[in-house]
């Protein structure tokens, strides 16, 4: 009988740690999808460099046409979403008196922000060049004007970047709306 009783102790303590395990790793199964996911309505935007601290940027935490790089962050399920390189954004503040008329209503004070990855070859896209105010590629130099819509200007990049609309809730930057438009580079033949 001691023996049975010590079996069934065993089984239903193996039940508890093997239940624990799987809701553990459901849970962070879960945290690994949210973290690969793009920005989402409602996310918040946390400094590359700053994840750990998940302190939401505000428009005046983006100098004057200094670029930012950034994640979204989901607040509520407190998951920075930096688990693929295609979530990378790139924040930069501009007098809206000079923003196009397409920019104007997916920015908020002035702030614009866009995918931070080359629609040629997905390199990060980080140079901002302050003579002819454009924000250049260092890999291929392909040139977008993030006034005009990152439209390209020059280089090999077929289209322009795509915007991520924002917001501003509770003096944060929040995300208003999914990217703009596919996020990435062409598509290689074959692939």
């Known amino acids: 009988m001691g023996g049975s009783i010590f079996s069934r102790r065993l089984l239903v303590a193996g039940c508890c740690a093997s239940s624990v395990f799987a809701r553990t790793r459901t849970a962070s199964a879960d945290e690994d999808a949210g973290q690969s996911e793009l920005p989402r309505t409602g996310d918040q935007l946390v400094e590359l460099g700053h994840e750990a601290e998940a302190k939401p940027l505000t428009p005046d935490n983006v100098g004057l046409q200094e670029p930012v790089l950034a994640w979204a962050y989901d607040p509520n399920k407190k998951i920075v979403r ?110």
């Open 82 to 191: 930096s688990g693929s390189r295609l979530n990378m954004v790139l924040l930069m503040r501009f007098d809206p008196a000079t923003l196009g008329e397409a920019e104007r209503p997916l920015s908020s004070a002035g702030v614009v922000a866009f995918s931070a990855v080359c629609t040629h070859q997905q390199c990060w896209v980080t140079d901002w060049l302050k003579s002819v105010q454009l924000l250049q590629c260092p890999c291929h130099q392909s040139r977008y004007d993030l006034r005009q819509g990152a439209k390209v200007v020059s280089g090999p990049a077929p289209r322009s970047l795509p915007a991520l609309p924002l917001n501003i809730t509770d003096g944060v930057l929040d995300v208003a709306g999914p990217f703009t438009g596919r996020v990435g580079g062409e598509r290689q033949q074959g692939a």
